[in-house]
Structures are given as C-alpha cells and as structure tokens.
C-alpha cells in the first residue's frame, strides 16, 4: 500500500449565494462563482492552477538544467461542444496549453514542455 502525505487542503463553503463559493486555501479566501457571476469562475479557477504549475514547474525544472529562462507566459483554452447535451456534467470537449518562452532557444523549450508533459 501507498505511504500517503497530504499533498493539500482546500475547501469551499456556500455562501447562501445561489452559483456563489467562498473558497479556502490554508488562510487564503476567496470567491468563485458558477462562471454567470460577477467573480472569477470556478472552471477559472481550475485552468489557473494548471497554468500556475506549469509556469512553476518549468522554470524550476529550467533551474535545474542550467537552462536560461528568462521569462514565460503559458495559457489554457477550454472548449465545450454546443450542440452536445452532457446534461449537468461539465465536460470541455477540447483543451489548449499554450507556452512561450523567452531567453531559450526553440530545442530547449520543447524539451522543457516535454519534461514538463511527463511529470
């Protein structure tokens, strides 16, 4: 059996705010609405971690390398298919990662998404 370490802890707690979470991160709050609100999206949310870790994990794993990485930008694209009904399931039909990279030469950045792709 695995030796499990309790990586995170998040929680999010209804606010009486139909489409409206009060999210927790260790002291960390904030607000996360349904995606129709006025507050950043849950899905946002979402797509933000993946972009935050990506942009961690590269420049770390650069670090590692001795690879000069001067600065990136990566992005995520969610699609969803229109015409489908996956009733109330949230399900993205096509997800797009988008990195630029700055200070390394094209062979290092593909090596690096490619580093970054298997972990």
Do not use: P, Q
Request: aromatic share 10%; proline share 0%; net charge negative.
């Amino acid at each position: 059996m695995a030796n499990l370490t309790l990586a995170y802890k998040v929680r999010g707690y209804s606010t009486g705010t139909l489409g409206r979470a009060i999210c927790n991160a260790r002291t960390h709050h904030f607000v996360a609405d349904d995606g129709g609100g006025d507050e950043v999206g849950a899905g946002e949310l979402f797509f933000s971690g993946i972009t935050a870790c990506a942009v961690n994990m590269v420049e770390r794993i650069a670090n590692a390398d001795n690879i000069d990485l001067d600065w990136m930008d990566v992005g995520v694209e969610s699609y969803r298919d229109s015409d489908a009904d996956h009733g109330d399931l949230t399900l993205y039909d096509a997800i797009r990662i988008k990195f630029e990279m700055w200070g390394v030469d094209d062979e290092d950045a593909r090596s690096l998404v490619d580093t970054w792709k298997k972990r």
